[in-house]
């Protein structure tokens, strides 16, 4: 081979755009999965190389720029989870690498292995040596120790020194014999200044080893770095269901385990133990979590138990961390990660266990391209992986409660709250009865007032909770009945009475109120429906001496500051909270003894056949906040239907029960968990574009087995001046995949396909 330039053969290469995958020319036998650099018109893009092309186009073909890999970078099962899922969801797997892999982290071809450069391997088209090095590096990272190098120099961060696993030459000194056996003792490696110390020798020592190539150093950004002092780890014995709950999930094998159990009845624990089980055997966890607002005191747990073996990522990393994160995974340098919906494709290896805590979550579902699901993507992975996967809830989706039911999915249970914590109690008040005692309406029925009062007085906190920011929804004109709009989207604007402003708030539009209505030109514009901002100026009149904070998005815009304003409500600097859904979740207030839920009808108004459910959830998990091992909770719904099943049985804290009464509608109309959905939307400058979009695709449908509804107008059917059409399709899981087989997307065109949609604006 030596002499012959290596050839170049037609190679498809899938860009992460919205195109299909174009042909270059690439050096034979480069394998599919590594990352390439081309030029694309005139500019150059990041790709992913997916073979030989076995028909290219007739047109000259350009090569590439140029190979980034020396061969593909994921754990082979995590590719394999790429492909399955670019086939599932309609996207490319191109779209998915960038939530695995940092684009900017770029190997190092001047690494050195047994002597050669990979750039050695890559220059006489070696492509099948370098494969066989990587598929050593996946069983072992070791053993090229240097790959990601240059890379991880960069950051700031601690020096981590490994045993490279070179053999021990015949002749060491004294002193090189102290540090390496110490690295030995700590299993191979150690942050440098630790190691020092317990070898009790100097730097130069270490610089004499990493030149004769026996330990090398490497620079790693450690996140927990602040956190490694703190908190002990309390361990507790399990109680009787969550041993029972701990044995029933083989290790070892796929199954996938709803684990059903009120915040506080000790679910986490329960986690922690297997998790224990789990590392002890070698094998590593993928732990879920819905938002990075819950992960912190998670992580003093994690870390307590399993002290610097885990590592986290999510979205409010900055590149930098993420970086130093992703090359840990990639080099085994931690075995338990953490981290919300992406964290679902980390570059994790040989998992053997996946954990999906709050698996009801919406913000497992992404709602831009990829639409993928982390909570059913992880099913997939642990699937791959032959692995267990628990999900945890109190409030399970009825998805997975139904798989449980059936036995899809293997059912625990905890039933009760360690000793001294009680559940709050729950209480309903009607509205309609406030309403005509009052002749007006009433943002706060009297039951609330009272309440708020008393709590005032004990010094206690309590929260109060309307979804719905700004002071008033809309403002419409008594006149001639018009609301005023968004003049690029079709809703209403919102009045924010402190920036003295009318708000889109879809695409964020304002204006200055007007005297008159734009439409007739009467003087009798009226605002409607309160908002967090009026509840505020209403407590601050009826309160005048307590502490209020409102916690909304108008609130904390500024980074930072909705952590602070919870750190201050924590620390118990705040009498009464007031704010939208995000506070719902998660968050302990020590002396959080009331919830108020000012409007607990308000999700149940929209279209969609989960809003039932969703109200539900939402009412169970706030009322979930009140309360405390020493403080009895208390928890008011005012609601106009006090017998609508969501909120009967969230004032029962029943779960079973509204499972029992909402899935047989489930059934009837024919939605999921009984029936699959792939919701396709169109976007056009025209409805009669969008629609024709649609029909023309459901013209040539041609699987048999569907349910077709459309196309029908968006429930917004215009957000900044695009128009907006649906066109949903029921049916099997089977048949509605066979659809995006048979009637793939165009990747540029006007429709876009939301497999399994928890969103339907
Ligand atoms: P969940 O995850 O269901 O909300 P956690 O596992 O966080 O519940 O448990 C709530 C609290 O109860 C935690 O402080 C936890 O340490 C404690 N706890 C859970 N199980 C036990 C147990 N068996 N013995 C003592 N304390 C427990
Ligand atoms: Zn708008």
Redesign the pocket.
């Known amino acids: 081979m030596s002499g012959t330039p290596p050839s170049l053969v037609p190679t498809r290469v899938q860009l992460n755009r919205p195109l299909p995958p174009l042909t270059y020319l690439a050096p034979e036998d480069l394998p599919a999965g590594v990352r390439v650099r081309v030029k694309l018109r005139n500019s150059l893009a990041f790709g992913l190389a997916m073979g030989p092309d076995p028909s290219p186009p007739a047109a000259k073909l350009r090569p590439l720029e140029l190979v980034l890999d020396p061969f593909p970078l994921l754990p082979p099962k995590l590719r394999e989870l790429h492909t399955f899922a670019a086939r599932y969801y309609g996207c490319l797997e191109a779209n998915l690498l960038p939530l695995s892999l940092p684009q900017a982290l770029l190997p190092n071809w001047e690494a050195d292995e047994d002597g050669q450069r990979l750039s050695f391997h890559r220059d006489r088209g070696a492509w099948g040596v370098l494969a066989d090095l990587g598929e050593a590096w996946h069983r072992d990272p070791a053993l090229l120790p240097t790959l990601l190098h240059r890379a991880l120099r960069r950051g700031a961060g601690f020096t981590e020194v490994r045993l490279t696993g070179a053999p021990h030459p015949p002749r060491v000194t004294p002193a090189q014999a102290k540090l390496l056996l110490a690295l030995e003792e700590a299993g191979g490696s150690l942050m440098e200044p630790e190691l020092l110390e317990a070898a009790g020798v100097g730097a130069s020592v270490l610089n004499t080893l990493e030149k004769r190539g026996l330990v090398t150093r490497m620079k790693r950004v450690d996140l927990l770095a602040q956190r490694r002092e703190a908190g002990t780890d ?1 361990t ?4 009787d269901e ?1 041993q029972t709950a701990l044995d029933a999930v083989a290790l070892g094998a796929f199954g996938v385990h709803l684990l059903q ?12 133990a297997l998790a224990e089980r789990v590392l002890a055997a070698g094998r590593r966890v993928l732990w879920l979590v819905p938002e990075i607002g819950l992960t912190g005191s998670l992580l003093d ?1 994690l870390e307590a138990r399993f002290p610097g073996r885990v590592a986290v990522g999510h979205a409010g990393l900055n590149a930098g961390e993420k970086h130093g994160d992703v090359v840990r995974l990639l080099f085994n340098g931690a075995d338990l990660f953490v981290g919300v919906r992406n964290a679902v494709l980390a570059p994790l290896r040989d998992i053997g266990l996946i954990v999906v ?1 709050e698996e009801q979550e919406g913000s497992y579902k992404s709602e831009e391209h990829p639409r993928v699901n982390a909570r059913d993507l992880a099913i997939k992975r642990a699937q791959l992986e032959d692995c267990p996967i628990v999900l ?1 809830s ?1 409030t399970p989706s009825l998805e997975s409660w139904q798989a449980a039911q059936t036995g899809r999915y293997h059912l625990l249970r ?1 039933t009760q709250r ?1 000793a001294g ?1 009680t559940l709050p109690t729950v209480e309903i008040v009607d509205l309609r009865d406030a309403y005509r005692q009052a002749r007006r309406k009433v943002i706060f029925a009297p039951p609330l007032l009272k309440a708020l009062t008393e709590t005032l007085a004990r010094g206690e906190q309590s929260l109060l909770l309307l979804n719905r920011r700004g002071y008033e929804n809309f403002w419409m004109c008594r006149a001639c009945g018009k609301n005023l709009g968004c003049p690029h989207c079709a809703i209403s604007l919102t009045y924010h009475r402190g920036d003295f402003r009318l708000r889109c708030h879809l695409c964020g539009h304002e204006t200055v109120p007007p005297e008159a209505c734009p439409d007739c030109g009467a003087e009798h514009l009226r605002g409607v429906g309160e908002g967090t901002e009026q509840v505020e100026e209403h407590l601050r009149q009826l309160f005048p001496a307590a502490r209020i904070l409102r916690l909304d998005r108008d609130t904390t815009r500024r980074r930072g500051s909705l952590e602070a304003g919870l750190l201050a409500a924590e620390a118990g600097h705040v009498d009464i909270l007031v704010g939208t859904q995000m506070l719902a979740k998660g968050h302990t207030f020590p002396r959080l003894t009331l919830v108020g839920v000012i409007n607990a009808d308000q999700g149940l108004k929209v279209a969609d056949f989960r809003a039932s459910e969703r109200t539900f959830q939402l009412l169970t998990q706030v009322a979930g906040r009140a309360g405390r091992a020493d403080l009895q909770g208390r928890v008011i719904l005012q609601t106009y239907s006090p017998d609508h099943p969501a909120i009967s049985f969230a004032l029962a804290q029943d779960f079973e029960g509204f499972a029992a009464s909402e899935l047989p509608f489930r059934q009837g109309l024919g939605y999921p968990p009984f029936t699959a959905l792939s919701l396709y939307r169109a976007e056009a400058d025209t409805p009669q574009e969008a629609r024709g979009a649609l029909e023309a695709f459901r013209q040539r449908l041609s699987v048999p087995g569907l349910r077709i509804l459309g196309p029908l107008e968006a429930p917004v059917p215009r957000i900044k001046d695009r128009w907006r059409m649906h066109l949903l399709l029921k049916g099997s899981r089977g048949a509605l995949g066979e659809v995006l087989a048979r009637h793939p997307l165009e990747p540029a065109g006007l429709i876009h396909v939301d497999r399994d949609p928890l969103q339907f604006g």
């Open positions: 309390r507790v014995v399990l109680n969550q159990g009120v915040t506080g009845s000790g679910k986490t624990e329960v986690y922690l747990r805590d945890g109190a905890l360690p914590i």
